[in-house]
């Protein structure tokens, strides 16, 4: 157990739709990425958070937006959904961002998204 | 241009041999990180081995070490005494610096085989 909780797990959801993606960062952790893992993209970077902040942008679709609380916890709100929007999709926490990039950055289940 | 390079779609290893699976990038950041994930069938991501752009050594974590040649920019994944459960897919990346945080790229990944 990575200790990052994504909600939920699974999602099946129609066309225009949108949905809102949960993730919860170890205790402590201050940092949240998120990914998109597609069968032809491969695994995609997102957008990382720090501490409530957006900090990087990486290849996040403009339907695609992103927050983090103040308890830390992070959601992914997609949105005019696509059929190639369906995805797994994962979120990782981090704990610090002043160290040059962190040792490890743990991630968790992922939430497999099906767009019909 | 890619940035992140596995050049093996797939690869295949003895139980209880070791095996290499190559990883290249490409930076202009001076300050970056690299990092293997392993992803088994059932789709988790789970951290394998860290190696920052300025450590002087190889990292090593039990059966994973990473043989990191800078000059080439090559991370290359080496497991020691192969096991049935190591068959998965294998994803190098590299975190690099992004205005004010970081952004990670994913190798295609190189799926591991092991025979026994």
Redesign the interface.
Known sequence: D?GVTQTPKHLITATGQRVTLRCSPRSGDL?V?W?QQSLDQ????LI?Y?NG??????NILERFSAQQFPDLHSELNLSSLELGDSA?Y?C?SSGS?DR????????G??T?LTVV | AQKITQTQPGMFVQEKEAVTLDCTYDTSDPSYGLFWYKQPSSGEMIFLIYQGSYDQQNATEGRYSLNFQKARKSANLVISASQLGDSAMYFCAMRERDTGGFKTIFGAGTRLFVKA
């Open positions: 990575s940092s990425y990914y491969g695994l995609q970077f990382h720090y902040e957006e900090r990087a942008k990486g797994l994962f990782a961002i040059g990039g962190d040792t490890e950055a743990f991630f289940q992922g497999r």
